[in-house]
Nanobody, 123 residues
Framework: QVQLVESGGGLVQPGGSLRLSCVASGFTFDDYAVGWFRQAPGKEREGISCISKSDGGTYYSGSIKGRFTMSRDNAKNTVYLQMNSLKPEDTAVYYC????????????????WGQGTQVTVSS
């Protein structure tokens, strides 16, 4: 079955960097779009980036554009989220999600989600 496992979260000071990974299994990885989402305490889940299954094109939300970079390594069944210039407001649980249909990833309606990894930005 489809399985997504995130890692790489942790505690980092403002201005620091982290790289999240999402390892996929149970499906043909390069045939799926993948997205990163986050949910801060008391807030709704927010979609922050998405990478297509075909040309690797990426989308970023305004809140992270210019600071975060998403990439995929199809040979390793892995997507990454490089997070730079982290701010306290980036504190959240970060999730990856995938689906054969890009639009279900973009809208967060895919049934395929990882368990999440906590990112805390604090001095």
């Amino acid at each position: 079955q489809v399985q997504l496992v995130e890692s790489g979260g942790g505690l980092v000071q403002p201005g620091g960097s982290l790289r999240l990974s999402c390892v996929a299994s149970g499906f043909t990885f390069d045939d799926y779009a993948v997205g990163w989402f986050r949910q801060a305490p008391g807030k709704e889940r927010e979609g922050i980036s998405c990478i297509s299954k075909s040309d690797g094109g990426t989308y970023y939300s305004g809140s992270i554009k210019g600071r975060f970079t998403m990439s995929r390594d199809n040979a390793k069944n892995t997507v990454y989220l490089q997070m730079n210039s982290l701010k306290p407001e980036d504190t959240a649980v970060y999730y990856c999600a995938a689906d054969h249909q890009t639009r279900t990833v973009v809208f967060g309606t895919t049934p395929y989600w990882g368990q999440g990894t906590q990112v805390t930005v604090s001095s």
